[in-house]
């Protein structure tokens, strides 16, 4: 089915170990976005990418790295995991055209949990 | 800076009843889009309803209505004859920017329990 897809699902990291969470969308979405979701914040945008080779900084970038591999991918990097890094991350991408788009695809989430 | 306030962390509604959902917001920008979104217990992002700042009439969708009133900067959505299954954490966001540059804000949710 078409749409985006998160891996892992779920993952526990010990404080100071990196991951990497992968985000793949096979809609030819030009635009992807990294955010997370902790309880009474709502989502947060960590780092997004408007285009293939782009990428800038959203609300909460620190502690993060991303990759825009590809048109489909885009990749979201903890170099050193700390415990306020446990929170579920959400990745999704839109089409967009000047000022048209086509709406936001939101992935299923990866629930991370740093001790 | 945009910003998106909703002021309502829970809501309770008997069921069969309507319900408003309250959202606003802040930006300068004259295009603008705002979203509302469901995201029940199970975690995934449920789309639900959207209203462009350039819309003349308010968005439908089903029993889902926003009542957009841009002087007031207010988004508030209305959900009609309310369900069980709409017991949920609603999300409204703002999309902005330009260019090829658009970002989606979220407000903080609110989660409505409908009771039988």
């Known amino acids: 089915n078409a749409g985006v897809t998160q891996t892992p699902k779920f993952q526990v990291l010990k404080t100071g170990q990196s991951m990497t969470l992968q985000c793949a969308q096979d809609?030819?979405?030009?635009?992807m976005y990294w955010y997370r979701q902790d309880p009474g914040m709502g989502l947060r945008l960590i780092y997004y990418?408007?285009?293939?080779?782009?990428?800038d900084k959203g609300e909460v970038p620190n502690g993060y790295n991303v990759s825009r591999l590809n048109k489909r991918e885009f990749s979201l990097r903890l170099e050193s995991a700390a415990p306020s890094q446990t929170s579920v991350y959400f990745c999704?991408?839109?089409?967009?055209?000047?000022?048209?788009?086509?709406?936001?695809?939101f992935g299923s989430g990866t629930r991370l949990t740093v001790v | 800076a945009q910003k998106i306030t909703q002021t309502q962390p829970g809501m309770f509604v008997q069921e069969k009843e309507a319900v408003t959902l309250d959202c606003t917001y802040d930006t300068s920008d004259p295009s603008y889009g705002l979203f509302w979104y469901k995201q029940p217990s199970s975690g995934e992002m449920i789309f639900l309803i959207y209203q462009g700042s350039y819309d003349q009439q308010n968005a439908t969708e089903g029993r889902y209505s926003l009542n957009f009133q841009k002087a007031r900067k207010s988004a508030n959505l209305v959900i009609s004859a309310s369900q069980l299954g709409d017991s949920a954490m609603y999300f409204c966001a703002m999309r902005w920017g330009g260019g090829s540059n658009y970002k989606l804000t979220f407000g903080k949710g609110t989660l409505l329990t409908v009771n039988p």
């Open positions: 809609m030819n979405h030009n635009s």
């Open positions: 990418s408007a285009s293939e080779g782009t990428t």
């Open positions: 999704a991408s839109t089409y967009h055209q000047g000022s048209s788009f086509y709406g936001y695809t």
